[in-house]
Structure formats: structure tokens, C-alpha cells
């Protein structure tokens, strides 16, 4: 019996048809794994969602400012969440 690669038909490029293409053969795919997820540290995450803060804020952190958001980054969940919360909550009157 012929294979189904000798059956399809073959592209006729000058009539601009389109073509079959054989189906894939099981035994030729790759094992491919999903790749593991990254796990963030609470320090990565609270300089993120700082940076994140900070712009939405209308405030854009600056490079020199580095050295101060590692040093909040570095402080636990609480603290992390109060300085978001008063950036977000900050009076417009203030900052103009």
C-alpha cells in the first residue's frame, strides 16, 4: 500500500494552488519539557512592583535611585506594601 506522502498531490506552483503537506510522523517529534518556572524572591518582587508604583505614580524612577529601591526591595512584605500604598494614595496637591 502506498504511504500517505505518495498520495497527496503535488503543488501546482504556476496555477497558485495550495498543497497538502504529509502528516507528521510520531516517532520523528522532539521530548521537548516545558521549561521550569522562575521563582522570584520577595526582594524581586517588591523592587518590580516598587518600579511598577513609582511610574504609575507619575514619578519615573531615576538611575541614582537604584541604590534606594534595592534598600526598600530588601525590607519584608509589610513595609513593602505600606510605601506602595501612600505612593498610590499620595495627595496631587503636593507633587502638582
Not at 510520531?26 to 521550569?36: E, F, I, S
Not at 522570584?40 to 538611575?63: F, V
Amino acid at each position: 500500500m502506498n504511504s500517505a506522502a505518495t498520495v497527496l498531490p503535488t503543488p501546482d506552483l504556476d496555477a497558485g494552488g495550495d498543497f497538502l503537506l504529509p502528516l507528521p510522523d510520531p516517532a520523528q517529534r522532539l521530548d521537548l519539557a516545558p521549561p521550569a518556572p522562575t521563582c522570584l524572591t520577595s526582594c524581586d518582587r517588591h523592587r518590580l512592583s516598587l518600579n511598577a508604583t513609582l511610574t504609575t505614580a507619575g514619578i519615573p524612577p531615576h538611575p541614582d535611585d537604584m541604590e534606594a529601591i534595592d534598600a526598600l526591595s530588601a525590607l519584608d512584605d509589610t513595609v513593602a506594601l505600606a510605601v506602595q500604598r501612600w505612593l498610590m494614595s499620595r495627595p496631587v496637591a503636593l507633587f502638582g
